[in-house]
């Protein structure tokens, strides 16, 4: 039984957040370096010099730390792009001026955490609980563009059309940075910033409020 309260300085919370840390990070180690596959548990307590009853207390089974290590990522990445939004965002702000912070913002995320790009921009094939997990996000990641457009929409635009084009634009836009984290297209992060956002000014352009 694990011990409770203070012991060398740390409560039992923090104890237990160190854990859970320290097999997250191996986790993406391992997953970014070897593919989701080679993720296991006898691997990440061995690399975390842990015992298996802390994996298993923490995450339950392998899944359950697949799933901790993506919706970690994607925590990390929205946390990060709704500060920027919040500080960019007001009645005078462009749409255009708003996808151009988005898209540096996670730009910049990418380039700073190769780890986590590889593994939220990799396909995963194989694992049902991962494809379940990037359906969920590019759902929500949807939602986040139409959520945001929604206060700058003429009255009577077709909202629908609206959903469809942002589905083919969050889809274009992992596709062009799996391209370009695999360097089948040679730009750099300003090139890729500017295109997305002129290419949302164009399309976003029959349903917006005039300026």
């Known amino acids: 039984m ?12 923090e104890r237990r957040a160190d854990r859970r840390d320290r097999m997250l990070s ?7 370096q070897h593919g989701w596959a080679a993720v ?21 089974d392998r899944d359950g730390l697949l799933t901790a290590v993506w919706q970690h990522i994607e925590g990390e990445v929205l946390a990060t792009v709704a500060v920027a939004y919040a500080e960019k965002s007001g009645p005078g702000t462009s749409w255009e001026d708003l996808t151009r912070t988005a898209t540096r913002v996670l730009v910049d995320h990418i380039v700073s955490h190769p780890a986590q790009a590889k593994i939220l921009l990799s396909r ?10 990037r359906q969920r996000s590019f759902h929500r990641a949807i939602d986040l563009v139409t959520s945001a457009a929604r206060p700058r929409l003429r009255q009577g635009v077709d909202e629908l059309a609206l ?7 969050v889809g274009g836009f992992v596709e062009l940075l799996r391209e370009w984290q695999s360097d089948a297209i040679a730009v750099d992060c300003d090139r890729i910033v500017d295109y997305v956002a002129e290419m949302a000014t164009r399309v976003g352009g029959q349903y917006r409020l005039p300026h």
């Not at 191996?26 to 970014?32: E, H, P």
């Not at 990440?44 to 010099?49: K, L, R």
Request: one cysteine or more; a negative charge.
């Open 2 to 13: 694990e011990r409770t309260g203070v012991w060398g300085g740390r409560t039992t919370e």
């Open 26 to 32: 191996v986790a993406i180690d391992i997953w970014s």
């Open 40 to 60: 296991t548990m006898r691997r990440v307590c061995a690399e975390a010099a842990l015992s298996d009853r802390y994996f298993y207390k923490e995450f339950g």
């Open 124 to 133: 995963n094939e194989g694992s049902p609980i991962l494809e379940s997990e």
């Open 163 to 169: 959903r469809m084009d942002a589905i083919v634009g």
